[in-house]
């Protein structure tokens, strides 16, 4: 990233913080050429800033605003030609196979795996949860049964450990994380103490999803 657009990136975002309420949406109209995903992952960076300082309404407010603009971004992503398309594709794919590999090489360490989620958040959204079905099934498919209870072990542990991440968007989250158990629940045996473990879970994040959107409609 060049100094000159970083810098143009926190004056942009100091501007928001500080500009009357409703000023917003101008704001970023008369500055659209910053609105890229340089800028989107510089909110998620002050955003986790003003968060450890306390700054909990700005930290929401930035969170909030790169979350929507993320979403416009993968919609113009998907309208791309093909080539867009598949590098798209890749960077969630390999996204979620490293947070996969770091779950097995960390035992599950979430001192590892939260730095990781931290870094790509953004990613963190529908199109995240549909990545991870597509490509948990091409890990399982023609593995054995213990290859698979492993993979499922690790999705399952990822879904736990996205689902209690305290930042991002915390609907996207816990969608991701209800995907990822309705696929460990479908390759475990039914009836079984591993089996009864998941649907706990999936229960939990089915309770969360209410109550997150209770909350939003306070």
Request: proline share 2%.
């Amino acid at each position: 990233m060049e100094e000159n657009r970083a810098q143009a990136y926190l004056q942009l975002i100091h501007t928001l913080l500080n500009c009357p309420n409703g000023e917003e949406p101008q704001i970023l109209q008369d500055n659209s050429e910053l609105l890229d995903r340089g800028f989107l992952e510089t909110c998620e960076l002050v955003a986790s800033t003003l968060a450890e300082q306390g700054g909990e309404n700005g930290a929401n407010f930035l969170r909030n605003l790169a979350s929507q603009l993320w979403q416009l971004i993968d919609m113009n992503d998907n309208g791309d030609n093909k080539k867009s398309e598949g590098e798209n594709f890749q960077e969630y794919a390999n996204f979620f196979l490293e947070l996969l590999q770091a779950e097995q090489d960390s035992q599950s360490d979430i001192a590892v795996i939260y730095p990781m989620i931290e870094q790509r958040q953004h990613l963190l959204n529908a199109r995240f949860a549909e990545i991870l079905q597509q490509v948990s099934q091409k890990l399982i498919v023609g593995e054995n049964s213990q290859t698979i209870s492993s993979i499922i072990g690790l999705l399952e542990n990822l879904s736990v450990h996205i689902s209690e991440f305290p930042g991002g968007n915390r609907a996207h989250n816990i969608e991701i994380a209800i995907t990822g158990y309705q696929i460990v629940l479908n390759n475990r045996e039914p009836g079984s103490e591993k089996w009864t473990q998941t649907q706990n879970n999936l229960a939990t994040a089915y309770n969360n999803r209410v109550n997150s959107s209770q909350a939003e409609n306070l």
